[in-house]
């Protein structure tokens, strides 16, 4: 059996900074295609990306940002992305509630922590996935089949919430990123049964060991190099994990020089990345199967409670590191030259 590969994209916009500064406003648009040179470096690289190798992928659109954003800018982007022929399922931040308010900047500078799932309550879980739901209706794109959290934040709360509203299937964990403290969340890989939901956590596994010490990374396309990927992908193979998640978004592929997003150029680095996952999986295509989350649990959603940390050794992950600084380094002086 080919083993799944599910790139996963969580396509949201930006609060900008407006909660602590009155002259920022939240960004749409930009923080999705990234225009640069009068070509869009992030949706619109991926989405080209993507046709060209035979990819379907899964976009978890943010929907709560319609509480600021009376327009519906993602409308047309969940649109264009559903007719290109990948998923579209469902991401919720839940600092965009404090929009439902006239005071929100007062509440802003009061609430703590306003983003977080972790701790939140099954009803007010319920609350916001109902409001993705409704919007997914009015944006006429199919109810989603699965979940994934901002911030990667979980608990019980949020998957009794998601069996709730009928969401089957979730990503919300990367140990890597967040941990809730329950050793039950506590994933690195593989497919388990979670309040009866089937989570499949982003990938985590270990870039390198010293002195007892373990330190975890969540495969991304932004932090990991294709060489890292291409060892975890025959690791997971090799171990018999039936799907393997990574995790990407449309700005990760340009650099900004500012957080509303009007001073970019492309981010050689990521892009390439990226192009050489898709040229491998469509090379090893006997190997992998480049395929949507919910499509892949539709076919198979078994669980089990094995838990896999793969790792890659350090000789791998050290280039990795300098070529991340070197280029950023690089990458915020050729923005700076082009301003000046």
């Not at 992305?81 to 007062?106: A, K, N, S």
């Not at 393997?244 to 449309?250: A, D, G, S, Y």
């Not at 992998?288 to 669980?303: I, P, R, S, V, W």
Request: proline share 4%; glycine share 8%; charged share 25%.
């Amino acid at each position: 059996m080919r083993t799944r590969v599910c790139i996963t994209i969580d396509t949201e916009f930006s609060i900008g900074g407006a909660f602590g500064n009155a002259g920022r406003e939240p960004v749409a648009e930009p923080l999705v295609w990234c225009n640069a040179r009068g070509r869009s470096e992030g949706l619109g690289f991926m989405l080209d990306t993507f046709r060209q190798y035979g990819v379907q992928a899964t976009f978890f659109v943010e929907t709560v940002q319609r509480l600021y954003f009376r327009h519906d800018p993602m409308r047309p982007i969940a649109q264009k992305i559903r007719d290109e022929g990948h998923e579209v399922q469902l991401h919720t931040h839940p600092c965009w509630t404090l929009f439902e308010h006239e005071d929100w900047r007062e509440r802003a500078r009061q609430a703590r922590r306003p983003d977080d799932f972790f701790g939140r309550s099954e009803a007010d879980s319920v609350r916001l996935l109902e409001q993705g739901l409704a919007t997914f209706r009015d944006w006429g794109v199919d109810k989603p089949k699965a979940f994934r959290s901002g911030n990667l934040q979980h608990d019980a709360n949020l998957y009794k919430a998601l069996k709730a509203v009928g969401i089957p299937y979730s990503s919300n964990i990367a140990a890597g990123v967040f941990q809730s403290g329950d050793p039950q969340y506590k994933l690195y890989s593989g497919q388990h049964l979670l309040e009866g939901v089937v989570e499949c956590p982003v990938l985590t596994f270990a870039d390198w060991r010293f002195a007892g010490k373990t330190h975890l990374k969540a495969l991304t396309i932004a932090g990991t190099s294709f060489r890292e990927t291409r060892i975890l992908l025959e690791k997971a193979r090799a171990a018999g994990i039936p799907m393997v998640v990574i995790l990407t978004h449309p700005f990760e592929y340009v650099r900004s020089r500012d957080v509303s997003f009007t001073h970019l150029r492309r981010q050689y680095v990521t892009q390439r990345r990226l192009v050489k996952l898709c040229q491998y999986l469509q090379r090893n295509s006997e190997h992998f199967d480049a395929c949507g989350f919910a499509h892949a649990l539709d076919a198979n959603a078994t669980t089990s409670a094995r838990n896999e940390l793969l790792d890659v050794p350090l000789w791998h992950s050290v280039p990795r590191m300098a070529e991340q600084v070197i280029y950023d380094k690089y990458s915020g002086w050729a923005l700076g030259r082009a301003a000046s």
